[in-house]
Every structure is written in structure tokens, then in C-alpha cells.
């Protein structure tokens, strides 16, 4: 299975501030995703990330808060724009072949916004 | 609303028992479901997983169980060993979600010695 990079592990940041997550995968990759894990909760996906166009955003997320790049087929960025407390959560990226093979997740990035 | 429920927080079991994760849906359209092992500060591990076509996968000391009459699977670990305390996420994908996978809320594990 792949193997990703995600940089950073954790940052804690001031409200009001951008927070820019890389994801590094060691070989090319279709799909590409984004979650959310707040505090307590289960994963919730906020995009997938689509190589060469835009991201496609799911109910609740928009591009404004959470631009995603995706330059490639090995590597994408999620950007956690003008934080707020409620930002506070880890955020992992993923990468899948389903449905066989699963999908591998990066270790995640613990947020948090003070 | 949610698709995919995993009903009890938390399980302790002995070393070398058998345990026993639920997981329930509601979206009749999914057509593969997944289990996953989360330790604190990394990223969830993929288990095991099965196609709705099938009722049963095992692999080493993991089964999964699929009862689609039921919209309920079940993760079946034995025996049940010390390392295997961690947070268990089954998803699920298919029908208009596609690939994209919705999981279910976890089931923390402790495995006594």
C-alpha cells in the first residue's frame, strides 16, 4: 500500500490565521481525500482532491475556508483559512484504490486554535 | 443524518477472548464496508473489509460478519490480544457516495492482560 508523508503533526496556531497541511504520497495516486476529525467525533471527509482541476467539496465545507491544492499525482495541500476555535481538530489525509486495497491514511495533523 | 452508527463507545475485553464490534447502516445503496484500527496520534489502519456479495471475511484472528437484511456488520477479533486496544471505525462506501467512504462514530477497545 502507499505510504504517505503529512506535514505538519501538530501546530497551534492563533484565530484569525491560515494553517497550509502537505500531503506527500510515495508513489501516483487517483484519488486523494481530506478529513476532518474533531474532538470525540468520527471522520468526516471535506474534499476530495482532484489533480489538475478543483477540488469537489463536500455539504458543510466550502473552498473559501479549506482551498486544497493537488499539483499532481503525488502530493496535495489542504489550507485551514482565518481559524477559529471550532477549527480545532486533526486533519488526515488519504489515499485510495478501492475498493480492494483500501485506503491509507496519513498520520494526521493535531490543530489547535487559540 | 447518520448513515453509518457504531452504538457502543467503548468495549473491554479480556487477553484472548473474543471481541465483538457492531456497526449498523442505513443506506441499503452501499456495497463495500471496511473496518479500521486508530491509535492515539496516528492515522487509521485499514483491518479488513468486505463486498456485500459476501457474508463472511476472515483473515488471522479478524472476521467481518455482513447481515445486509439487517444493515449490520460486526468485527469479530480472536483471541483478543493487548495490542489491539485502540479506536475501531467501520465505513462504508457505494451508491451515490461512490468511493468516497462514511464511517461510523468508533468503538474504543481495551484489552485487559
Known amino acids: 500500500s502507499a505510504v504517505i508523508s503529512q506535514k505538519p503533526s501538530r501546530d497551534i496556531c492563533q484565530r484569525g490565521t491560515s494553517l497550509t497541511i502537505q500531503c506527500q504520497v510515495d508513489?501516483?495516486?487517483?484519488?486523494m481525500f481530506w478529513y476532518r476529525q474533531q474532538p470525540g467525533q468520527s471522520l468526516t471527509l471535506i474534499a476530495t482532491?482532484?489533480?489538475?482541476?478543483?477540488?469537489?467539496?463536500e455539504s458543510g465545507f466550502v473552498i473559501d475556508k479549506f482551498p486544497i491544492s493537488r499539483p499532481n499525482l503525488t502530493f496535495s495541500t489542504l489550507t485551514v483559512s482565518n481559524m477559529s476555535p471550532e477549527d480545532s481538530s486533526i486533519y488526515l489525509c488519504?489515499?485510495?484504490?478501492?475498493?480492494?486495497?483500501?485506503?491509507?491514511f496519513g498520520s494526521g495533523t493535531r490543530l489547535t486554535v487559540v | 443524518d447518520q448513515q453509518v452508527k457504531q452504538n457502543s463507545p467503548s468495549l473491554s475485553v479480556q487477553e484472548g477472548r473474543i471481541s465483538i464490534l457492531n456497526c449498523d447502516y442505513t443506506?441499503?445503496?452501499?456495497?463495500?464496508f471496511l473496518w479500521y484500527k486508530k491509535y492515539p496520534a496516528e492515522g487509521p489502519t485499514f483491518l479488513i473489509s468486505?463486498?456485500?456479495?459476501?457474508d463472511k471475511n476472515e483473515d488471522g484472528r479478524f472476521t467481518v460478519f455482513l447481515n445486509k437484511s439487517a444493515k449490520h456488520l460486526s468485527l469479530h477479533i480472536v483471541p483478543s490480544q493487548p495490542g489491539d486496544s485502540a479506536v475501531y471505525f467501520c465505513?462504508?462506501?457505494?451508491?451515490?457516495?461512490?468511493?468516497?467512504?462514511?464511517f461510523g462514530g468508533g468503538t474504543r477497545v481495551l484489552v485487559k492482560p
Open positions: 488519504s489515499v485510495g484504490r478501492p475498493p480492494n486495497y483500501g485506503y491509507t
Open positions: 465505513a462504508a462506501s457505494g451508491g451515490a457516495a461512490g468511493n468516497k467512504l462514511t
Open positions: 508513489s501516483q495516486v487517483t484519488m
Open positions: 443506506n441499503s445503496m452501499f456495497d463495500y
Open positions: 482532491a482532484n489533480q489538475g482541476s478543483e477540488a469537489t467539496y
Open positions: 468486505i463486498s456485500s456479495i459476501k
